[in-house]
Each structure stands twice: as structure tokens, then as C-alpha cells.
């Protein structure tokens, strides 16, 4: 009783997925994904790898029957190489609550590094931390998103370089509260360091360093 998703308990641990992105470019996001965790409960994604993916590196997506959630997500030293420009190197989609990205090493050009988000307005999302994460773009891209009616979640301790915007927080709907933005590194942007966006964004930014030419 009580559960929400098909799997509970899933522990995924030093997994290492080359998607050879050279030789399967036209897969979709339904199979050219590197590790996709859906609709699960209880999820730990450590000590990972995911590299070349034809998509999204590490995503976790869940969209909601009856008032469901995904809950608990946590992905802990892991490292996303050279995803398809474009597309998410970690993040969860959907309707979740509980999503943690931790110390984990993201390279790549034009992605998103962290994603968290209702790409939908589903509903409520996230409840969690992304921290002590290295995130690092040749080029364009966010280093960390999160959009639409996300409530609790603390971004800190990351260091995002080269990004187009390293932060950035986007509303639509319903609003986004209780963000915490703190002791973050960002460097080298293009056009915004930290970038708060819509009337619904609720957020606290404290003790960030930013560094770049750009002085947006």
C-alpha cells in the first residue's frame, strides 16, 4: 500500500553506458537515452557512467496517474560526457518529489547539465538538493534549470563553467518557492550568471561567486 510507481528499490551502481552517438544519432528519447529511470520510487543511480548518449545522459521521468508522484531520486557520483547537444545531461522530468544531483562531473556543448522541472505543470515537483556538482560546456546551453512549480529545492557548491547561462530559474504557472541559490562557483557565461525569470519565482541568492567577461 502507499506505493505510487511500478519499482520500488532500484539501486544502479557502477554502470558505465556508451551510446556510441556516432553510429545511432537518430535514436529518440525514448531509446537513445544513456541510463532512464521511470516511474520507480526509491532510486539511487552512484558511481556511474553515461557517455555518448544519443539524448539525455541520466534522466528520470514521470508523468502522474491519479495524483501519483515519483519520489526519491538520487543520482551520487556520477559522470555525463558528450550527450547530444541540446539535450539534458541529468535531470528529472515530469512530477516528482525528491530528486538530489550530487557531486557528479558533466562535460558537453549546448546542454542542460542539471535539469529540474514540470516541463508540463503537472504539478508540484522536487523536493531536493542539487550540490557539489562540476558542470562544463565548450559552448551554449544551462548549466542548471529548473522551471514550473518547483518548491524546496537547494542549488549549492556547484561550479558551472562556459555555460550560456549557468543558472537559471524559469516560471510559467504556479510558481516556483523556496529556492535556495548558494556558495555557488559560475564562470565564464555567456549571457546571464544566474538568471530569475516570471513573477512566480521565489527564490534566495546568497554567497555566489561569478566570474566572467560577460557582465550581465
Known sequence: GGATSVVQYVIVRGLTVDGNRGAYA???????????IETADN????????????????????????GSVQ???RVINCVVSNNLPGSIAIGMEGVSSGFWVQNCHVWGTNIIGVYAGSVHNLGTNLIGTISGNHLFSTGGGVGIKMENQGHNLSISQNTIDGFDVSIRASDSAAGISQ???GENTVKNWTTFGIKIQGAGVRSTIVVNCLSSTNTS
Request: overall charge neutral; charged content about 10%.
Open 26 to 36: 537518430s535514436l529518440n528519447d525514448t531509446f537513445g537515452n544513456g541510463i532512464q
Open 179 to 181: 529556492l535556495l541559490i
Open 71 to 73: 519520489k526519491n531520486v
Open 43 to 66: 532510486v539511487l543511480i552512484e558511481n556511474c557512467k553515461s557517455l555518448n548518449s544519443s539524448q539525455q545522459g541520466i534522466c528520470g521521468t514521470y508523468w502522474p496517474q491519479s
